[in-house]
Each structure stands twice: as C-alpha cells, then as structure tokens.
C-alpha cells in the first residue's frame, strides 16, 4: 500500500526558511517521479518543484526557481522540500506526490500523479 507522509510545516516570518519531509511507503522512492504540490484557500492546487527517477534531475515553476530546492533520500525513502526566502504569497497546504507510471522525465501537472498525501499547512506571515 502506497503512503506519503508529509511534516515540517509550520508558521514561519517573510524571509525565513523550512524545509519540508515527505516519508514514502509502500514502493521504491526513486523508482517513480515525485513532486511538490500546493493549494493556497480559493485557488487551484499549483504545481512546485518535481524531481525525476532516472537521474534525478529537478524542475521547478518560475514562482519558486532559485528559492525552493527539491531533493530526496533513497535510503531514508524521503523527499524533501527545502524553502529559503519564503513570502506571504507561499502561504498554503503543501502536498508530496508520486507517479505510478515509470517514464525519464517529471512534470508538475498535478493530473500525472498517482498518489498523494494528506498535506502541511505553511504559513508565511509576520
């Protein structure tokens, strides 16, 4: 049974950083693409960064490129999110996902995941 366990949100002031963890269970984490996802109140849920299974190679959307790094642990079977220079506007539930399709590449369309977790609320706000 697949499972994604996200942690490490949280409130945190304009500039600061955190770094988010999503525990995967249930499969091979650097068998499939995975990702960052988040949905901030009203809004539709907007892709972040997403990492592929080849080779690891990283995408991440124009919002976040040169403050957001996605990475992951193969031993730990983690995925993490590191957020530097956070802003208001990152406010938002933020979402770890998988694909259950083996391919190169990775995307950060939300419709190519498979699997998703529960979500962490990060707040950005002085």
């Known amino acids: 049974q697949v499972q994604l366990v996200e942690s490490g949100g949280g409130l945190v002031q304009p500039g600061g950083s955190l770094r988010l963890s999503c525990a995967a269970s249930?499969?091979?984490?650097?068998?499939?693409?995975t990702g960052w996802f988040r949905q901030a109140p009203g809004k539709e849920r907007e892709g972040v960064s997403c990492i592929t299974s080849s080779d690891g190679s990283t995408y991440s959307a124009d919002s976040v490129k040169g403050r957001f790094t996605i990475s992951r642990d193969n031993a730990k079977s983690t995925l993490y999110l590191q957020m530097n220079s956070l802003k208001p506007e990152d406010t938002a539930v933020y979402y770890c996902a998988a694909e259950s399709k083996i391919n190169s590449g990775c995307t950060i369309a939300a419709g190519d995941y498979d699997y998703w977790g529960q979500g962490t609320q990060v707040t950005v706000s002085s």
């Open positions: 249930g499969f091979t984490l650097d068998r499939y693409a």
